[in-house]
Nanobody, 123 residues
């Protein structure tokens, strides 16, 4: 069992930046592939970024490529999502997610989810 707690959401103007953090506890964090997903009101949840357990492999959705950066610090059991050049369409609840991985690969399918943190981008 892995517990995930997100922080860092808030209200920001278009063009601004936010950094989300996800603190993990309960199991050996370094064995887990991690991801950030978001769900806007009335829309399906989409994974916007993912990272393998070593950090060597990453994935970004086309909608955030070049603006968002996912990273992790296994010593701190934390994964981050740096969001730059934010747009109103980035407004959503952002969720941290985890899945144990035998291989150092990214995944877009997760077993554990955090409670979410709201990000609102005003125009």
């Amino acid at each position: 069992q892995v517990q995930l707690v997100e922080s860092g959401g808030g209200l920001v103007q278009a063009g601004g930046s936010l950094r989300l953090s996800c603190a993990a506890s309960g199991r050996t964090f370094s064995g887990y592939a991690m991801g950030w997903s978001r769900q806007a009101r009335g829309k399906d949840r989409e994974t916007v970024a993912a990272i393998s357990w070593s950090g060597s492999n990453t994935y970004y959705a086309d909608s955030v490529k070049g603006r968002f950066t996912i990273s992790r610090d296994n010593a701190k059991n934390t994964v981050y999502l740096q969001m730059n050049s934010l747009k109103p369409e980035d407004t959503a609840v952002y969720y941290c997610a985890a899945k144990y991985s035998y291989h150092d690969l990214i995944t877009l399918s997760y077993d554990y989810w955090g409670q979410g943190t709201q990000v609102t981008v005003s125009s």
